[in-house]
């Protein structure tokens, strides 16, 4: 049986993407499934004498069911940390969205559960033609939008979860509290509930371990809905 996908998106790059998705893992894995994080393009890598390593990547790689190398589990690393389109440009790298399925094949096929971070927010460019919402959507993926709740987040989230859901299964919202903790956190969070259809399936703290794991019951009965 091949593995079902969760796609990890959110409103902007530096929102606690990474800390869901491993939270999720955790969550899965505890829970008795075999889950394996992906990241099929990371900039923002160093060099290494395994060659480039990115952290996210790295935390993703350390959450994951064991028994993948590291190229599994990010297959484009890409050294300047700036948009992966014009990363991989300056290195002379096309990012073939044809290898990044070829990758999450190769993850589904051995998994219960495959998460997917993308890069930065919805609408990323991974070329000059095309971006994370259109590979996502071209799979019909339930996607989680991961809000960093501060100033300005209400309206990312709005725009976000509309253009989401426009394009595929929305399964819901994690509000990710960022340091400092925003001014008014709990009216934000309630007008957030308003405004976006899907349901809050997650609020994280900004004091969260690093080694949480997160329910995921409220995912998996709102994917099997839509099964």
């Known amino acids: 049986m091949t593995a ?3 796609f990890v998106t959110g409103t902007d790059t530096g929102i606690g993407k990474t ?3 491993v939270a999720l893992l955790h969550g899965l894995r505890a829970a008795g499934y075999s889950a394996v994080g992906y990241k099929p393009v990371a900039s923002g890598c160093e060099s290494t004498s395994d060659g480039l390593r990115n952290d996210d990547a790295l935390a993703l790689w350390g959450a994951s069911t064991s028994g993948w190398d590291y190229d599994a589990i990010n297959p484009i690393a890409l050294t300047d940390p700036i948009a992966p389109h ?3 440009a300056d290195a002379g790298v096309t990012i073939d969205t044809d ?3 070829a990758g999450h094949a190769r993850l589904a096929a051995a998994s219960d559960w495959v998460v997917v971070e993308g890069a930065g927010g919805w609408h990323v460019p991974l070329t000059d033609s095309t971006d994370f919402a259109d590979w996502a959507s071209s799979h019909d ?3 989680l939008l991961v809000v960093g709740m501060r100033l300005g987040c209400v309206n990312h989230a709005v725009l976000s979860a509309r253009a989401i859901a426009a394009r595929t299964p929305l399964v819901g919202w994690v509000a990710n509290t960022l340091p400092p903790v925003q001014p008014r956190l709990e009216d934000n969070v309630s ?3 308003r405004m976006i259809a899907e349901p809050l399936c997650a609020r994280v703290a900004c004091d969260a371990p690093l080694d949480l794991a997160l329910n ?3 995912w998996l009965a709102r994917i099997s809905g839509r099964e």
């Open 4 to 6: 079902r996908t969760l």
């Open 19 to 21: 800390r869901v998705a």
């Open 86 to 88: 014009i990363a991989a």
């Open 99 to 101: 290898l990044l399925d």
């Open 141 to 143: 993926w339930p996607t």
């Open 191 to 193: 007008c957030l509930e």
């Open 216 to 218: 995921p019951e409220p």
